[in-house]
């Protein structure tokens, strides 16, 4: 079985309720599980929150295949990481050693459903443990010493002919419940890249963030569905 689970929580410092706030006509949260319901591949959806009003938002889609996990107020606090809450959910439930798991990001919205079936395709084909989704940069990086970290300066290459780096757009993650268990974390083995265009790199943190997602939404993704 294939299992997307999307942790979502009332607070946010820099958005007040951000995982609800309108964003293209539509809660946040709502084109993540959009895109999940619609895939293929996957075959259970969990929301994880510790908030009423986020809770009543996800059951208004009546998405069949969406169940909203309560989860423990100690994993909804700032500090608290995504794999503390994805490993005390796995615990409470009985889930195959084998069944997939896919950390799925709120605040990266414009993964379709086709990414998340060609994602679960190419690590099986590819025998991987786990899988991440970048975004391919090419941007020429420098460190704190004023070294430049993926290129020559006296040899800078041209845009199109230089490879880049790719860049983790926190879109989602895959992994065994098996390994999640073994490892605490949502990667690890042998891991694979699931490549997103170069747009998706931009994750909704901050308000200007917020702005600049929406025009992108729409030219990228709206406008193809239309």
Avoid at 90 to 105: A, E, T, W
Avoid at 154 to 175: C, H, K, M, S, T
Wanted: proline share 4%; charged share 30%.
């Amino acid at each position: 079985m294939n299992l997307a689970f999307i942790p979502v929580r009332c607070g946010s410092k820099s958005i007040p309720f951000k995982n609800i706030k309108e964003f293209c006509g539509k809660p946040l949260v709502y084109w993540n599980l959009k895109a999940l319901q619609n895939s293929n591949e996957i075959h259970k959806i969990f929301v994880a929150t510790d908030c009423k009003k986020i809770k009543d938002v996800v059951e208004s889609f009546n998405f069949p295949k969406v169940k909203v996990y309560d989860r423990e107020p100690e994993n909804a606090v700032d500090t608290a990481t995504s794999e503390s809450v994805m490993l005390e959910f796995i615990y409470k439930n009985n889930f195959k050693d084998n069944d997939l798991f896919l950390l799925v990001q709120a605040t990266s919205p414009f993964t379709q459903a086709k990414d998340f079936d060609n994602a679960i395709k190419k690590l099986n084909i590819e025998k991987a443990d786990s899988l991440l989704t970048c975004a391919k940069t090419k941007k020429f990086f420098w460190d704190k010493n004023a070294i430049p970290i993926n290129y020559d300066y006296r040899n800078r290459p041209r845009r199109q002919e230089f490879d880049g780096l790719f860049v983790e757009n926190g879109a989602f993650y895959i992994n065994k419940v098996c390994n999640i268990k073994k490892y605490k974390n949502r990667l690890c083995g042998k891991i694979t890249i699931y490549e997103m265009e170069e747009f998706t790199s931009v994750e909704i943190d901050e308000e200007d963030d917020w702005l600049i997602a929406e025009k992108l939404m729409y030219r990228h993704v709206i406008s193809r569905e239309s």
